[in-house]
Structures are given as C-alpha cells and as structure tokens.
C-alpha cells in the first residue's frame, strides 16, 4: 500500500502513515475541518521509489491545485517526541514534478542534520524510522497560528495559549515574525484587538477543549482560517514539555508540592520499586523530626505535599527558614510565593492534627534537645555512638542464611522495618547542621558567609570524604597498570573485574567497603557500584590524569583544613573583641559544626546497607519470576510494586505488562532536562510566577556556597558514570550525590543548578577548597562544555567568557 486517503489514516496504521498523518486521520473521523488530502506511505519509502502513478492520481482527484507537502515520520507527533521544525514541509505546490520533488524533500530530511541530532538526544533508533509523506489541498489563510490547550509556560492546565500572525502559520511556527499572544482562561473575552476577533478566540477554545477529550491528553494545535472566516485544523499532536500533573485529590482548593528529589542529588526519575521504598523511608525520616508531609510520585520524582503546612498558621511562619538547610533558595523563593498566595491563607484545619499528633511532635521536641544537647555537649562520644549504630545496622541488615524460596524471600524484604538506633545516628547529624547554620545570624556584620563557608572547609569525620581519598589512593597505587586504566573503557574494564580477568589494582577491597554506593543510590532500583564499578573506573582514569600533586585531594584537602583552622581561629578573635558574648558563641558552635557536620554523610551511608540487601534480595526473587516466564529479565522486578510481587509470586499473575509501560514512561522521564522547583495540583511550575531575572552581560547569578574565585574550561555533565573530567575543568551539572563526588577531586570548581548549602556537593567542594555556584538556573543548557567561565564562589556568579 503505497498511497491511501488521509481519512483512511487510523492511529493503528501508525508504522505505515506516520504520526502526522494518523493525527489528521482521526481529526478527520470526529468531524474535525481538516484539507483533504492523501499519504505517501513508508512503505513507499522503504522502497526508496515514489510511486509516481498513484501519486499523480491522487493528486488530480484533489483539483490538481496548489498543495501543501508534509513529513510524517513514524517518530512524529509522538507523546514525547513531537519533532516539531525538525523535518521538512513544502507549501504551495503546483503541478505533478513539483509534487514529486517535493516528497523528495520531505523524504531526505528524514535524514538531516537535525532529525538525525533529535533522534539521538531521545535515543530513537535511525534504523526503524520510516517517513510518510502528507499531502494536502493548500488552505489560504487570511491568518493563522498554534493553540495550545495547556499554557506551556507554566504548566497550568486550565489555560489555553494561541499564538496568532496574519498570512501563512510558518510565521508563528518558525518564530520567523512577531505574532499575537492570547491566553484563554475561559472568561469570554469582548475586545477585538490584534489578528484575532474575541468570536474566533471562543471557537479556538471550544476545539482544543474537543481536542483534548478526544486525544485524552493537552494538544498543540496548528490551525488557519481563511477567507471565508472558516476554521481549518492542520494538525494535533500532544504536547510533549509538560510536566506531568500531580494526582488529583478533588479537592477546590489548589495543593502545592516541593520537589524533594535533588535533596539527595537527583532529578531523575525514581523506579517503581524504589519510589515505593523511599516515599516510606522520606515519611518516617520527617515523622521522627515531627513534620507530616505527604510524598508524592509526580512524573517518577520525589515530591513534598506541603500544602497543609503551608495553611497552617504556626508551621508557615518557619516554613520558608526551615527550607534554607537542604531545599536552598530557589525552593524558598516559590515558597514565599506560594505563602502570599490568597489561596494559600491559614485555615484553623491547616495541619490535620489531632492530639495523638500533637503528643508525638511534643515526645520528638524533647528527644530532639537532649539528643543534639548530648552532641555538642560531647561531640567525640556522639560519633563513637553514631558509628558503633551504623556498624550494627549493617550487620543486622544482612539476610538470613536459610532464605530458599522467592515467597521466603518477599517475606524478608516486606519484614524490613525502622531501625531502633536512628536516634544515636539522627541527632549529631542535626547537631551539626545547627552548629553549621546558626553563626552566620550571630556573626552579621562581623563575617560574610564566604568567610563563614571557608571555615567549614576540609571537614573531618565526612565518610564520603574518606571513600574518594580511599579512591584517589588506589589510583596513586596503579603503578604498572597505569596505562591499561587510562586506554580501555570503563565499561570494559568493569566487566573484565567481575570475570575476575583484571589484574588486581585494589578494587576488591574498594567494593567491599564501598560497593553498596552508586549514583541515584537511594533508588532501590538502581545497581550498586559492586554490581557494575563502570563509574569507579571512569573517575580512576580522571585522577590518573592528575599530574600535579598540589592538586592532589589529599594534598586540597589538607589545604583547606589548614586554611580552615586558621580562618576559624582569626574570625573568632575578631568576633569576641567586637561583639564579645556572640563572639564566644558562635566560637563553640563553629568548633563543634567542625567536629559534627562531617557527619551528615554518615546517616546515608548507613541507610544504604539495609537497601542493598533488599535489592539483592529482590533480584533473586526477579530471576525466579524470569525462571518461571513471568518477568523477561531479574532487574524487570524494579518497575513494580511489592503488592504486585506479591501477586505474581504467590498468585502467578503475568506483570510484563505493567514492566514494559512503565519502563517506556521511566526511559521518556530520563530524558527530561528540567524538573519544576514546586508544583500546583494544577501543573502550574511556580517558579515560571515569579519575577524574570534581570539579564546579565555574560554574568550567571547563583548563590555562593564555597569560596573561592577559579577561571577554567566548562564540563557540562549529565552522566557521571563514564564522565571525562580534565583537571582544571568547571564542573556543571543539574545536581550532584555522592556518587557524583569522585568528579570533584580533579574538578577546579562546581556549578550546579539545584541545591542548598548544606547539601553533599557544596559540602564536599567546601572540604577540597574548591569553589561553587549553586541555584544556577538552566546551568546546564546556558554553559556549553569547553567555554570558558570565572567561577566565583564568594559572589555566587559564574562569568562566560
């Protein structure tokens, strides 16, 4: 079948017409205005011979008039990959060689330089896209334009945008002219300015809302009216950058939600298995701080109702504070937003506590003062404590012995509970987060924070510190195999150490200490660097570049405690002959956040023993379930839930099903860029509300979070795993964990576009003397790899030259 009516085009016929093509095909059978017309099909092209013939027959029976040439490849019009502009239409064509010519054109632009760079950034396979050709009656338009029926500005779906210009919409489409922008909220409009009439407005509306039920999801849609004042649609496709909507709650009035994902450094999407683990663990770790919050799965991220907090007239007053810890600045930038929102005033029910509730808060508070008073108290004892806790976690974290069957084994993990010693281990940490956080208050006027920050530097007792020096020792030991690390891919190294193939380097040992971390290692579903130490031998390479032992981390490190001490030492003489009682203050709680807030990474660490015996063991359940053909492969058992092991273990019900939907949702959400800060339930990304930053010359503001001021080449990082860092290089990236941390020993300085100061990149850059930028919005698209740029930590601002 090389030609057919376009109103014989169905969405099921999507391999041989393309997603054009099946889009106006079912415009057509609702009764949608749409030209008529005909398709070219891949099968045609998977031929490479326009069936000339069935062409010019089809073309005489539309009026052999002027006609508009389309591509409809079968990557098109996609629900996550609309291709918009990146293959070829021809308009207002006449007579049958310019027609075929035309299918040419379309035709070869399936392979042009943009399609081809768009199919790689969404790892579309060149080989099994096919094009189709559409071929329509020329419609011309006294004006012309797109609708889109979710505003795609700020997520908000109960409003439309058109962008409207008189003549043809290549206009609008191409950004070629100045166009008319209208946003319809459905209050009827009785002004007439610009190309569009408040009658056409209604009827625009009116279709996106027809088109939406339709398709099931919001549309961007090309139209024209012409002469006649007529409503032709020459296109609906789904608009692929929303994010998608929080879940509906049915509630009338809005919720907001906070992103809580890059608190642990990532904003990719969390698997299933793992979402249903943390969204637990993130419950119970704010419960024990007497904080009620709900998380919420949004798009596979991580997200905070903060909703009841934010009405709640005690809790809002700190609301915004209590964000400045892990959350940063740009989440409470939205928050004070949402918090002046009228819709958001105090309600006497904000909280939803009972007296049950307040009781727990109050038996908290008081764990909460004696369990941090102890620290500062003695901050030596709390750590012998802290790690004598984390030592029995881990062995009591392993599995029994006699686990024989997958149904033992589900037991096992579902049995999983809270640990007893979370107190000894919970409360240094916050001890030193209060220690870290308070001076900068008591010190205003005496000290800036990148003073402040300085003294935080080169931090001991930090075991994500210890695991990189632990690396950069290994690599300082490669001697003869030098050369092997350098020249063969991490991946291959990585696979010839679990075949036991490489020559012993001391990576055994590594893994065996810390083989249960990886990067995006709170997602359950992720493997450890123990199952694949690929990333381990990428960030050996980068240190085997380093060949000054000044930029050593051992020897950074040193520095940047000396520095410390000495700063420390100097800024307290100063604050107590100007301010005696704050002087010797923040004197103790600076000494003691250098005892303690080496800490914070300890707590995860811990969390982690316990998580990877719970994937191992989920692992062996998978391959039992891939045994029985019920799963396709062991790691499939990560895209779903427990009650759906359960089911398949115990029932035999078939999930592959479920596994291949989600895994296609989870690989469309890993090539999303951009994760809104806050959202409302009604999409709206909050931080689109407020006021645009005044345009720099050159200048990118951020918030400093170490000081210092480094001049070097860009590297713009998405993938830690294989990552190439030269030494001198500006690291930039949307976030950073700790898995990301072997990075900073050869990095000259981080920039990162999430963050608070007190998370694990910016400590970890304080303790190696390296500077950094944070809450750097769209660092990673307005930088590109191998700019230059001047990183100044102290400013908080990243210059391109």
Known sequence: MHVIALSEATTRMLALVGGKAAGLGELIRRGERVPE?????????????????????????????????????????????????????????????????????CWDSLHSDRATAYRDARQIDHQTVRMAVVVQRMITPTVAGVLFTANPLTGRRDEMAVDAAAGLGTTVVDGAATVDHYILDGVPRDDDTGCLTSAHLAELRATGE????????????????????????????????????????????????????????????????????????????????????????????????????????????????????????????????????????????????????????????????????????????????????????????????????????????????SDDSADAIMWPIVAGML?????????????????????????????????????????????????????????????????????????????????????????????????????????????????????????RFQRATATAEASLTALVARARRRRPVRGRIAGFLLRRARSLTGLR????????????????????????????????????????????????????????????????????ELRRRTVPVALLSDGTDVETLLPARPAGDGTLAGVGASAGRVTGPARVVHDPGTAHIEPGEVLVAATTDPGWTPLFLTAAALVTETGAIMAHGPTVAREYGIPAVICVPDATRTISTGQLVTVDGGAGTITVH
Not at 63 to 84: K, N, Y
Not at 319 to 341: C, E, I, S, T
Not at 386 to 397: C, D, H, K, L, P
């Open 601 to 668: 990474e300890a707590g995860k660490f811990a969390g982690l023993y316990p998580l990877r015996e719970t994937r191992r063991q989920l692992l062996l359940i998978g391959a039992d379930l891939h045994g029985s053909g019920l799963l396709d492969q062991p790691d499939d058992i990560m895209f779903l839930t427990l009650d759906e092991v359960h089911a398949a273990v115990h029932q035999g019900v078939d999930p592959r099903g479920t596994v291949t939907a989600r895994r296609a949702v989870h690989r469309r």
């Open 210 to 417: 027809r088109l939406q039920a339709h398709f099931g999801s919001p549309q961007d849609v090309e139209w024209a009216i012409d002469a006649d004042d007529v409503l032709w649609l020459l296109q609906s496709r789904p608009i692929t950058s929303l994010f998608p909507l929080p879940p509906r709650t049915g509630e009338p009035l809005p919720r907001v939600y906070l992103e809580f994902g890059h608190v642990q450094g990532m904003l990719q999407p969390v698997t299933p298995m793992g979402m249903s683990t943390l969204r637990t663990q993130i419950a119970a770790t704010l419960a024990a701080l007497g904080v009620r919050v709900d998380i919420v799965d949004i798009g596979g991220r991580l997200y905070g109702d903060l909703s009841d907090l934010a009405r709640d007239r005690s809790s809002r007053r700190r609301l915004v504070k209590l964000l400045a810890v892990d959350f940063g600045p740009r989440a409470q930038a939205v928050m004070q937003h949402v918090l002046a929102d009228p819709r958001f005033a105090p309600t006497s029910g904000g909280a939803r506590r009972g007296g049950a509730q307040g009781a727990a808060s109050l038996r908290t508070a008081g764990r909460a003062v004696v369990g941090i008073l102890r620290a500062l108290a003695r901050p030596e004892a709390a750590r012998i404590r802290m790690f004598e806790a984390i030592e029995q976690m881990r062995v009591r974290s392993a599995a029994p012995a006699d686990l024989r069957t997958a149904a033992d084994r589900l037991r096992f993990v579902q049995a999983q509970d």
């Open 37 to 105: 017309g005909f398709c070219v099909t891949t099968e045609a092209h998977r031929l490479g011979v326009i069936p000339t013939a069935e062409v010019v027959a089809a073309y005489e029976r539309l009026g052999a008039g002027p006609v508009a040439v389309r591509s409809s490849a079968t990557a098109e019009d996609l629900p996550d990959a609309s291709f918009a502009g990146q293959q070829d239409t021809v308009l207002n064509v006449t007579g049958t060689a310019e027609l075929i010519a035309a299918i040419e054109t």
């Open 435 to 555: 220690a870290a956080a308070l001076p900068t208050a008591l010190l205003k006027g005496v000290a800036g924070p990148d003073e402040i920050h300085t003294v935080l530097g080169g931090m001991p007792h930090n075991v994500t510190i210890e695991m990189d020096l632990a690396l950069w020792r290994l690599a300082q030991g490669a001697g003869d195999h030098r050369q092997l690390l350098l020249d063969t891919p991490p991946a291959e190294l990585a696979a010839r150490h679990l075949r036991g193939t490489l020559p012993d380097i001391g990576m055994t040992t590594f893994l065996d200490v810390y083989g249960h971390r990886g990067v995006a290692e709170v997602d359950l579903g992720v493997p450890r660097w123990a199952e694949d130490p690929t990333p381990v031998f990428a960030a050996v390479a980068n240190y085997l570049r380093v060949t000054d032992p000044r930029q050593g981390p051992d020897q």
